[in-house]
Nanobody
Framework: QVQLVESGGGLVQAGGSLRLSCAAS????????MGWFRQAPGKEREFVAA????????YLADSVKGRFTISRDNAKNMVYLQMNGLKPEDTAVYYCAADSAGTNPTRSDEYDYWGQGTQVTVSS
């Protein structure tokens, strides 16, 4: 059984930082990418960042480049999203996801498994 559990969300002032964590369990050997997506109220879910489960490649949305960093610890089956320089427009529910297709890590429909999400709220 595959399970993804996010943590680390919260309320932070603009300019502040948060580190999101995603604890993964299950068939992790079959995963190609691990991704972070976010969804703000009234908006569609959007890509934030992705990392190869067994490689070095990372991908970041243009809106977060220079501010967010994605990393992983395979030994602990953990994926992290370090968020610095947070802005009010970063406010959303952030989801961790696992992809076994390995085709396009920015597409949400490529991901097979999703966590329950963690709320990030950035006040101005």
């Amino acid at each position: 059984q595959v399970q993804l559990v996010e943590s680390g969300g919260g309320l932070v002032q603009a300019g502040g930082s948060l580190r999101l964590s995603c604890a993964a369990s299950g068939r992790t050997f079959s995963w190609y990418f691990m991704g972070w997506f976010r969804q703000a109220p009234g908006k569609e879910r959007e890509f934030v960042a992705a990392i190869m489960w067994s490689g070095r490649s990372t991908y970041l949305a243009d809106s977060v480049k220079g501010r967010f960093t994605i990393s992983r610890d395979n030994a602990k089956n953990m994926v992290y999203l370090q968020m610095n320089g947070l802005k009010p427009e970063d406010t959303a529910v952030y989801y961790c996801a696992a992809d076994s297709a390995g085709t396009n890590p920015t597409r949400s429909d490529e991901y097979d498994y999703w966590g329950q999400g963690t709320q990030v709220t950035v006040s101005s």
